[in-house]
Each structure stands twice: as structure tokens, then as C-alpha cells.
């Protein structure tokens, strides 16, 4: 009897996604797919931590909501959350995921349990929200 190997899981990388879809309803629905993967940083810019069937799985999301002749879709990967820096007036949406005080964690590790938060909040706002739901079947509309 021969034993099977593990299969090793991939690991998790960060990526930091964007887009500008021109179409109403393709925004919507494309925004709506991405925001189940990620943590709006932005209205279209999002921050993904995916492994390999996730990352495949985004990019076959996306190519079913977007039209690659009208819109763009960027996702670029990064070393860590701590790599990004914002500045403006939308730099609180990323800043407040920095937030350290005195006598608080590094940023690194305090940027990275408050990622951690906002993944595990949007998947459980998700769960109710399916479960309050009845199934709806969809038909497949051209947008």
C-alpha cells in the first residue's frame, strides 16, 4: 500500500486590484464579484490575499463581467499590505488600516490583524445575507 503525498497548499499572496469598467451594470456586478474576494481600499480599487485557485478563480470571475474592448482591469501583486501608502482625501480608507498608537503592535503586524478583520467581517456579512435570502435562478443576460 502506498501512501498518497499531501498535496501542498499554495501560498497566499497579496495583490492589489483596479479597475474602470465603463458599463453601469457590468460595474456593478463586477464590483460585486470582486468585493466577496477582497477589502475595498477604494470605489474600484480592492486588496486581494489569494492563492493560486484563487487568483484563478478572480481572473475567470472577471473576464465573465468585464468587455475587454471597453473596460480595464489591473491586479498587480505586492510583497505585504505594508507596501501600499495613500495620501489624499481617500488615504483614511488605507491609513485607518495602519492605525498604531503608542504602546500598540508595529504597523506590520497591527495593518495585517486589521486586514484580517475586515476579510473575516465580509465573509460573515456574506453567510447572512445568503441566509436571509431565498435562491433566486438567473438567466444569463448580455450586459
Do not use: C
Amino acid at each position: 500500500m502506498t501512501k498518497k503525498k499531501p498535496e501542498r497548499k499554495t501560498r497566499k499572496q497579496w495583490y492589489l486590484l483596479a479597475y474602470d469598467i465603463r458599463h453601469p451594470k457590468r460595474l456593478r456586478r463586477t464590483h460585486a464579484f470582486v468585493k466577496k474576494m477582497g477589502v475595498a481600499l477604494q470605489k474600484s480599487v480592492f486588496l486581494i490575499r489569494a492563492d493560486q485557485e484563487g487568483l484563478v478563480r478572480l481572473k475567470k470571475g472577471i473576464r465573465q463581467h468585464v468587455d475587454n474592448r471597453n473596460d480595464d482591469v489591473r491586479l498587480y501583486p505586492i510583497t505585504s499590505p505594508t507596501a501600499l501608502w495613500s495620501a489624499g482625501q481617500q488615504q483614511f480608507s488605507v491609513s485607518n488600516l495602519y492605525a498604531s498608537g503608542p504602546g500598540q503592535l508595529p504597523e506590520s503586524v497591527k495593518l495585517t490583524q486589521r486586514i484580517s478583520m475586515l476579510f473575516t467581517a465580509n465573509r460573515a456579512k456574506q453567510k447572512r445575507n445568503r441566509k436571509g435570502k431565498p435562491k433566486q435562478h438567473s438567466s444569463k443576460i448580455k450586459s
